[in-house]
């Protein structure tokens, strides 16, 4: 990574460039990554490149040095130097000058360390070769044993620059490996792109095996390829490559929780990025360098990109940093505020940035705090973070701002129906983080993290057992946070739509029982929705004869504009037979018209009393219904007999549609069905 900047390659800071090992990219959480503030952890160091724990149970810390020394710590108290490897190096003495980007670059401890005491580390050598090399612990738990060095692999590099260096174990057990493209500046060989040569890329090797003659070598060393790795068998390609296009890796992480790997590759002049793999996806990735610099053409200058490019989630210029440091996903329990970060910087700027990602994908990010020539974060076993300074410190993250108090918009399902197994309750809303919980009446439930915009919750069956409603809330963890207003979640009986305090819910539950309807669509009644006539005609008959009714088949010679195969012809039909219905004039009957009250009173009543019912001459009742006026009579025998008291005021309404819960009402008094509780 190359520093811009008057005199920083002068006498005693000219080893500070290692971390400008190139030049360029980054952008991109909707409640916004919190701010964050450091606190001196460990001074006095010597150009320091890596904090790394062993993951061993045992609590300890240790320091990388670029001089060639790892020194152990029991959090931050120190034990002594665990290995120095200072004499393999071009530089092992800081009194004599600097490293460049040279030096001792990385560290991993075995997945098995606790039993085995195997660990790794990336070195330049004398001759300016990378080399990943094997050690065992001692006796002593904190000095390794420097005779128990066994190579792996010595890859050939052409230039002292950009040498990458991390070393991490994945997930899967396999060591991955930081190679930079060979150095100079533009890549000019253009090896991040040869496929045939180990530099520019990031490897994959299998430490528990054995017997590979590494790409362009002739003598089997002590590893092995994983069956899976990309191109294996591929003719005029490394089997080591996992993914390639990388300029200069500095400093690459995998997410603890879920396996996603992140990327910082420095760009050349202008842009800085960070690259990511998804966990589960496969190798074999190119993510463009020196083709694209950035999102940007590099050489080829333009139409560089052949869709076959992998594009950084993050971005940033150099107005904002010159040589950008991968760093971690948070995972920490002591600021939960900050879960699910991606917490990375910039050597130069000194800036800290947090970046989130959405549920569709898009990345964002902010300034969330400032340290100083940023040479690489690290995680504790708590996976707690750190952050490394070449000027000779390490500063761990100490505190994090407030989480914002969240809302509650939406949630999808809004109801269910009793009895129901679980669902996946969707609620929508704002300020959510990955330590948002939904509450169920008060009660936390299993909840997944979508978006600052959207939680996903799992309610169990119990939940859902009885009628009735349930609030849903969201809360925030301390500090700030808090709980939302809760929203209501209907529980009902029988139709989704219909929860216990709907006013008409009853004689909408009665007739559905009765089996005279089964509602409009699954398990919905649409209650608001007007009755058409077509929709009316099944409703009487049903109502009259009972949920088992089937009239005789369909003529299609009644009406006009019923066909024969028409939906509810038949029952049409039959309505017209028993003298309900002539129509509605013109040999039509107007299927998808909607019913208003006015006729409806008239239906009803043929329907339950038959074809010749008269009703008593009309008295006036209604004050929107004179005596002289159509279906006058047939109204205030409906109200009479305690099937209607009109719409309200001393009104019946006669010319508004009849929407499908007032009809559930009207079959039910007219026809006398059971209502349930």
Not at 111 to 131: H, K, M, Q, R, W
Not at 294 to 322: K, M, Q, R, V, W
Not at 447 to 475: H, K, M, Q
Request: proline share 8%; glycine share 14%.
């Amino acid at each position: 990574m190359r520093i811009r900047g008057r005199g920083l390659f002068r006498a005693a800071r000219a080893c500070l460039a290692v971390l400008a090992l190139g030049a360029g990219a980054a952008a991109a959480r909707a409640q916004p990554a919190p701010d964050v503030t450091l606190q001196p952890y460990i001074g006095s160091l010597t150009y320091p490149l890596g904090f790394v724990n062993a993951g061993d149970g045992s609590g300890r810390n240790f320091v990388v040095t670029q001089f060639g020394k790892i020194f152990v710590y029991q959090g931050n108290t120190g034990l002594g130097t665990f290995l120095d490897v200072s004499g393999l190096l071009p530089c092992g003495d800081p009194s004599a000058g600097g490293c460049g980007e040279q030096g001792l670059l990385g560290l991993a401890f075995h997945p098995n360390y606790a039993s085995n005491g195997l660990f790794f580390i990336d070195y330049t050598n004398v001759d300016g070769d990378e080399v990943i090399a094997r050690y065992k612990v001692s006796s002593d738990p904190n000095v390794a044993d420097p005779a128990s060095a066994t190579i792996l692999l010595v890859v050939p590099d052409p230039f002292p620059n950009h040498n990458g260096g991390q070393l991490q174990f994945g997930p899967d057990g396999y060591l991955y490996i930081a190679m930079g493209d060979g150095g100079s500046g533009g890549d000019p060989g253009n090896r991040a792109q040869n496929l045939g040569v180990l530099l520019g890329k990031i490897l994959r090797i299998d430490v528990d095996g054995s017997g590979t003659v590494p790409c362009g070598q002739s003598t089997p060393m002590p590893y092995g390829i994983p069956d899976d790795n990309p191109f294996v068998g591929a003719a005029g390609a490394c089997e080591e490559v996992w993914a390639y296009g990388m300029r200069n890796p500095w400093r690459f992480s995998f997410d603890r929780e879920n396996g996603d790997l992140f990327i910082g590759d420095v760009g050349q002049d202008l842009y800085e990025e960070v690259d990511d793999q998804p966990a589960g996806t496969p190798g074999g990735r190119n993510y463009g360098w020196r083709r694209m610099e950035g999102f940007h053409c590099y050489d080829p200058a333009a139409n560089c990109d052949d869709g076959t490019l992998t594009h950084p989630i993050l971005e940033h210029d150099h107005s904002l940093g010159c040589a950008v440091t991968g760093g971690y996903v948070y995972r920490g329990a002591a600021y939960p505020q900050l879960n699910g970060v991606y917490v990375y910087g910039d050597y130069c700027s000194g800036t800290i940035w947090g970046a989130v990602r959405d549920a569709a994908g898009v990345w964002s990010e902010r300034a969330i705090g400032t340290s100083q020539l940023i040479s690489s974060f690290g995680e504790d076993e708590a996976g707690e973070l750190y952050v490394v300074e070449h000027s000779g410190s390490v500063k761990k993250v100490t505190s994090a701002t407030a989480f914002l108090k969240p809302s509650v918009s939406a949630l999808a399902p809004g109801a269910a129906v009793k009895g129901d197994p679980g669902i996946l309750l969707t609620v929508d809303g704002s300020g959510f983080t990955p330590s948002s919980i939904v509450r169920w009446n008060g009660s936390g439930r299993a909840t997944t993290y979508v978006s600052r915009t959207r939680l996903e919750a799992a309610i169990p069956a119990g939940d859902l057992a009885a009628p009735g409603t349930a609030s849903v809330a969201v809360a925030n963890p301390a500090p700030g946070g808090g709980v939302s207003a809760g929203m209501t979640f209907s529980i009902t009986n029988r139709f989704l739509d219909v929860p216990l305090a709907y006013p008409l819910r009853r004689p909408i539950e009665g007739i559905a029982a009765a089996g005279i309807t089964t509602g409009c669509g699954d398990r919905i009644f649409c209650p608001e929705s007007p009755v058409t006539r077509d929709q009316m005609a099944v409703l009487l008959l049903r109502g009259e004869h009972g949920s088992s009714y089937a009239p005789p088949g369909a003529t299609g010679t009644i009406f006009s504009d019923v066909s024969k195969t028409a939906f509810a012809a038949a029952f049409i039909e039959r309505l017209s037979a028993e003298g309900i219905t002539t129509g509605c004039g013109m040999g039509n009957y107007c299927p998808a018209v909607p019913v208003t009250r006015a006729p409806m009173a008239k239906f009803l009543l043929r329907a339950h009393d038959g074809p010749t019912y008269q009703p008593p001459p009309a008295q006036g009742v209604f004050t929107d219904v004179p005596a002289s006026a159509p279906f006058a009579a047939w109204i205030e025998e409906l109200s009479a007999r305690g099937i209607t008291t009109g719409c309200g005021g001393g009104k019946f309404c006669p010319d508004m549609t009849v929407t499908r819960a007032q009809m559930a009402a009207f079959l039910a008094r007219t026809f006398s069905i059971s209502l349930p509780p």
